[in-house]
């Protein structure tokens, strides 16, 4: 309380930086209340960043928001809003301090903090973010990992969206030539059949829907001629 009246009282003196900053530290060490002291460190470098020690203060930010993460683990609170406190903390660390060494970890909690709220798509995109921003980083590997997962998640779930098929397809390709590793290339080569035969099975389907008594006969030829030309190796061709 000392501290805080302190800056408050004067907040334009040398000594209110250093009283914001031992307000915060008490928070996040000695009182244990992480979700404070992240924002009595954010309003530090909201309103001192020029006169406190900024990569050390996102430093603790980081901190908080990772002690945020474990409380919650603890606790059970992942499914509510507090998930998103979490989440949006180690968003803030990482546009205050884009290049910090912990940075790219930062950002694949993110990731799997979308992944926990079952918020697949908007979890692909941060892993995209991952690999482009801090690709040579293990975090970025790990993004590329868990981006395929993800993508399979929502193939399966929407199986008719013949252009998430065919994305999906060539996005193994790219991970498999991007693998170093045996074990994950061979896991990305496997998704790649998946997707693609999700993606020949949809076009099976769709021909076979102009094949019908409610359809005209020329649009039912036509349609499983564009199959053929399509996939003439399929083990559909000869039916079709």
Same mark, same amino acid.
């Given at each position: 309380r000392a501290y805080d009246a302190l800056v408050a009282e004067w907040p334009i003196s040398s000594e209110a930086v250093a009283a914001q900053e031992e307000l915060a530290d008490i928070l996040l060490y000695k009182s244990d209340d992480p979700i404070v002291a992240f924002e009595e460190y954010r309003y530090l470098l909201n309103f001192y960043s020029s006169d406190c020690d900024y990569a050390k203060v996102v430093l603790k930010m980081y901190e908080s928001a990772k002690k945020m993460r474990q409380n919650g683990k603890r606790i059970m609170f992942f499914k509510f809003a507090n998930t998103a406190d979490v989440r949006r903390a180690f968003e803030t660390v990482v546009i205050q301090a884009p290049g910090a060494t912990f @940075?790219?970890? %930062?950002? !694949?909690?993110?990731? /799997? #903090? *979308?992944?926990?709220?079952?918020?697949?798509? =908007?979890?692909?995109?941060?892993?995209?973010?991952?690999?482009?921003?801090?690709?040579?980083?293990?975090? @970025?590997?790990? %993004?590329? !990992?868990?981006?395929? /997962? #993800? *993508?399979?998640?929502?193939?399966?779930?929407? =199986?008719?969206?013949?252009?998430?098929?065919?994305?999906?397809?060539?996005?193994?390709?790219?991970?498999? @030539?991007?693998?170093?590793?045996?074990?994950?290339?061979?896991?990305?080569?496997?998704?790649?059949?998946?997707?693609?035969?999700?993606?020949?099975?949809?076009?099976?389907?769709a021909a076979g829907f102009y094949d019908s008594v409610t359809r005209k006969?020329?649009?039912?030829?036509k349609a499983y001629e564009g199959f053929l030309r399509e996939y003439p190796a399929s083990a559909r061709a000869q039916k079709v």
């Open positions: @940075a790219p970890e %930062a950002m !694949y909690a993110v990731v /799997e #903090l *979308r992944v926990e709220e079952e918020e697949y798509s =908007e979890a692909i995109e941060v892993c995209k973010t991952v690999r482009n921003r801090y690709s040579r980083t293990p975090q @970025a590997k790990a %993004a590329l !990992y868990k981006e395929a /997962e #993800l *993508r399979m998640i929502l193939l399966k779930a929407h =199986e008719y969206n013949r252009d998430r098929g065919l994305n999906t397809v060539s996005f193994m390709s790219m991970a498999a @030539a991007a693998a170093e590793d045996a074990e994950e290339r061979a896991d990305f080569l496997k998704w790649r059949a998946e997707a693609a035969e999700v993606v020949e099975k949809e076009a099976y389907e006969r020329r649009g039912a030829i």
